[in-house]
């Protein structure tokens, strides 16, 4: 399969409204590789008129952060490994964790695009909140709020660019 957007970052930062928001229909819920938890949403969208696939990760990961750590990192490396794009969802709302650091050194090392994504920029406030997040070392980023849509398009129009 060609065009794979992998979504990641630790549980409750939106990665699932996000991808709601853009698919169109499920492909597959269940991971077929036998001792991969099942965890794992796939679905396909367009934008601009390109084609790509969807990677939801961490379905299945509630809770504290602590206990569901090698879970994320699994599901980090896993998307590093299919995917052609990352997208890093974080949360305006909380700021940046000890987990969105563990993910940020993960993906710092990857050639492959990585775009960094502040969610939950409801207001103009947490736009100025975003800046914080530049911290993360992985450069520009871009404030979405996959609740109502705001500032998707700008991030889709890169996307597929880079896909
Ligand atoms: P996931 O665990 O990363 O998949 O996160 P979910 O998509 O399940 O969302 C976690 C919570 O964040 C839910 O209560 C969502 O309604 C909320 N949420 C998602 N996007 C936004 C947003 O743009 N703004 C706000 N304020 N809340 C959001
Ligand atoms: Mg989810």
Same mark, same amino acid.
């Given at each position: 399969?060609? &065009?794979?957007?992998?979504?990641? $970052? %630790? ?8 991808? &709601? %928001?853009?698919?169109?229909? %499920? ?7 036998? $001792? ?9 969208? !367009? ?10 990760t961490g379905g299945y990961i509630k809770g504290s952060e602590d206990v569901f750590e090698a879970?994320? %990192?699994?599901? =980090? #490396?896993?998307? *590093?490994? #299919? ?5 890093? *969802? =974080?949360?305006?709302? !909380? $700021? ?5 650091? !563990? ?19 409801? &207001? ?23 609740? &109502? $849509?705001?500032?998707?398009? #700008? ?6 660019e880079v896909l």
């Open positions: 399969m060609n &065009n794979i957007v992998a979504i990641v $970052g %630790r549980p409750n930062v939106g990665k699932s409204t996000f991808f &709601n %928001r853009l698919i169109q229909r %499920r492909e597959a819920i269940v991971d077929a590789v036998s $001792g991969v938890t099942r965890d794992r949403n796939y679905g396909k969208s !367009e934008w601009n008129g390109k084609e790509f696939s969807v990677i939801d879970e994320i %990192r699994r599901q =980090v #490396e896993l998307a *590093i490994d #299919e995917a052609d794009v990352i997208l890093f *969802i =974080v949360d305006v709302e !909380e $700021g940046i964790t000890p987990m969105d650091d !563990e993910v940020a050194k993960l993906l710092r090392k990857v050639t492959k695009p990585v775009m960094l994504v502040v969610n939950k920029v409801d &207001n103009a406030m947490r736009v100025k909140d975003a800046v914080e997040f530049y911290s993360l070392g992985l450069g520009e980023y871009f404030t979405i709020a996959g609740m &109502n $849509g705001s500032g998707t398009g #700008e991030l889709l129009d890169a996307l597929v």
